[in-house]
Every structure is written in structure tokens, then in C-alpha cells.
């Protein structure tokens, strides 16, 4: 009896030993590989306890001869007697050296982790240390002077000059960033940064910013001066034609999924595929090589019309072209084509219906407006004007 008292006895020691006083110490991560702490720096730690559950992680920044400081902790109160149950944590703080009175140079930063284990008490010292340098200095930034003026909706430059501790710069309009990019200039400190006036910020601000290695960011505006902007509203007609032909063709092409009926589908392609076009094309900007990748000015598309309003190529020719108003046609016009003509098909001709004041000639050849006469036939090799002074005099009736 007494032994089995004894064993009972033991087990239990056992079991509060394991639980209450286990040897396992926390541990901890930073999963951030940070050099310098300045006034906006961000920390991700991640700490770990495999036995009564962690109690309280903090972040410590501790100045060559001076004293700690506690930028970031958390606490986890016990939920049962076996503990607080929380056996990962993490914290994602952003550090503020100036905030904190930590004076700029090499420091220290460390992360303490406790459990609720009896033994708790008696380990000293931090889970991590990291050797770091505070810096609460902004990089420089310098914008060359000029005057920029910019329609909302358009874009605009800005140079400016960065000191060599900047990682990163570029104009800010609203939540939008545009980074600036070197090589233009022989001055390496030089940047130069294209950016947009979007048309749904018309009260935004433009400016420039510059930040280092600690997070320290130096802005200054620009002083744009934005002049307002009507945009134009139009609405383009789209045929049954048009969505039968390339609705389904867009959705199996990009994976999308081609149930419903058509509207749904162009409905589909114009919201999701455009969002997803917009997140892959501003990650390939933002993946692109930091020199110029182009020369001289932007071009305009040649031919282009300056605002779209057709659903393809034949609603274009549809609406453009004056066919359909040769029927209407009151007064007495005459019309000249050529047989060869590569630009406009003479079955265009053929085809249309003509008032009856209308005349059409189609001349055997010309190819496009390249009507020259044969020698001798007129007074001079101009043909297409001798052919129009014959049909106005006809028209006189012998009075020019």
C-alpha cells in the first residue's frame, strides 16, 4: 500500500513538473532581417512555447550605454492551470527610434519571451539579440526647381536629387506611387519619375518622397497646379454580332468561367480579366529594370482616333462612312472612283444606293486619287480636273 502510495505520489510530482514547471524555454524569431531602426521602421517576430504557453513577448531597443527600451510587447494572460494555451505568437510592430528617445548610433535589438512555467523566473537574458544602428535622419531630397502644370487625368515629370542612403523615391499622388528611376544624368543622385494625375483625385497633392534603409521618409510637395478637365462620356453600342464573336473566344482564353448568357460574360471579361490585366501589368512595372528602356518622346498611335467609341473594325466603317447618305443626296454631285483603287474597293460603290442627282464614274484605272491623263488628250496631264470641268459645264446647261 505504501508503494503504491509512493507511485502515486510520484506521478503526481511528475505530472506538475511537466506542466507547471516544464524546462522548455521559449524561443523566437525575426523574420524581418533588420540593420537599421529609424522613425518608421517595420518588425515582424514571431515567438514560440511548446509547453505552458507563452506569458509575455516583448522588443527591446537597447543604445550603446544606455538603458533599454520597450518599443513593442503583448501579454497572455493563463486561461486554465495548464496555461495561456497560446503556443505561437507573432508581432509586427513598426518602430519609432525618435518616438522611443533612443539617440542615433549602434545598438542592440532584442526580444524577451516568458512562459507561465514556475521555472519562468530564474532564465535571464532575451530569446534573440541583433546588433542594429539607429538612425532617425531623413535622406536628403532636393526637387529641381520648375514649374509643373498638369490637367487631371494627364501626367506629368518631376526630377529631383537623392542622397545615397535613399532605397527608395518617387512622387506620391494619393495611395498611388510612382518611383522615379536613375541613369538620365551624369549626377547619380539624380532621379526622374513620370507620374499620372488620376482622374477620380482631383483634389490630390503630388510629392515627392524619399525613404531609407530605417524606414525615415523625407516628402516634399511639388506644388502642382492642376487645372480641371471635363472627360468625355459616350456610349458605345455593342451588336449581338460583337459579344457572339469574341465573348467566348476572351473567356477560354483566360481561363474564365463561360457559364451564362453572353452579357454576362463581356460583363465577366470587363471586371475580372481587367482587374487581374491591372495587378499583372503594375507588377511587371514594378519588376522593371531601373534604367530608361525607351528614347525620345511618346508617340500617338499613327492613324489613331483620340478617344475609341466603336466596337471593331466594321461598326467603325458602318458609322463613318457616307454611304448610306448618298440616297439623300438633293443637289447635282458628281462622283469620280477608280477600278484599281487599293484604299476604298469599288464594290463599295457598286453596291451603294444614289439619289437621283447623283452621278458616279468609275474610271478603268487611278488607283488612289492618281488620275493622270494620257498626252494629248487634255491640255495638260491633269485628268481628274478636265473630267470635272466637262460635268459642271454639262450641269450649265452652255451658260459658263
Known sequence: MRRLLAVLVLAALVALFVTRAEPFAPSATLETPVDFVGRATPVKI?????????AHVELRLVPEGGQPVVVASQDYPRRSWLGSEV?????????????????????????????????????????????VTVDVTPPLLEVMPGEHVAHLGGSECAVYRVGPDAVRSGVQVGDEFFPGVAGYFTDAGLRVALFALPENLPDARP?????????????????????????????????????????????AANDLDQSGDLVEGYLRINRELRAKTEVRVRQMCRDSAPAPLWQDAFLRLPNSAPLSGFADVHDYYSRASSAPLLSRITIPTL????????????????????????????????????????????PDLRWLDWRIVEWVKSQSNGSL
Not at 514571431?46 to 507563452?54: F, I, P
Not at 542615433?104 to 521555472?119: F, P, V
Not at 524619399?210 to 462620356?233: I, K, Q, S
Open 207 to 251: 510629392a515627392v518622397i524619399a525613404v531609407d534603409a530605417a524606414g525615415n521618409a523625407r516628402t516634399v510637395n511639388l506644388g502642382v497646379r492642376v487645372t480641371p478637365r471635363r472627360f468625355a462620356e459616350k456610349t458605345m453600342p455593342v451588336s449581338d454580332d460583337s459579344l457572339s464573336r469574341k465573348v467566348p473566344e476572351l473567356l
Open 46 to 54: 514571431v515567438a514560440h512555447d511548446r509547453g505552458s504557453g507563452l
Open 335 to 378: 462622283i469620280i472612283a477608280a477600278a484599281t483603287d487599293p484604299i476604298v474597293p469599288i464594290s463599295t460603290f457598286e453596291t451603294a444606293r444614289l439619289s437621283p442627282t447623283t452621278h458616279l464614274h468609275i474610271a478603268p484605272c487611278g488607283g488612289h486619287l492618281g488620275f493622270i491623263a494620257s498626252v494629248g488628250t487634255d
Open 87 to 131: 503556443h505561437e505568437a507573432t508581432l509586427a510592430p513598426v518602430l519609432d527610434a525618435a518616438a522611443a528617445h533612443v539617440h542615433e548610433g549602434r545598438a542592440q535589438l532584442e526580444i524577451w519571451a516568458t512562459d507561465h512555467s514556475w521555472l519562468a523566473r530564474f532564465r535571464r537574458g532575451p530569446r534573440l539579440a541583433r546588433a
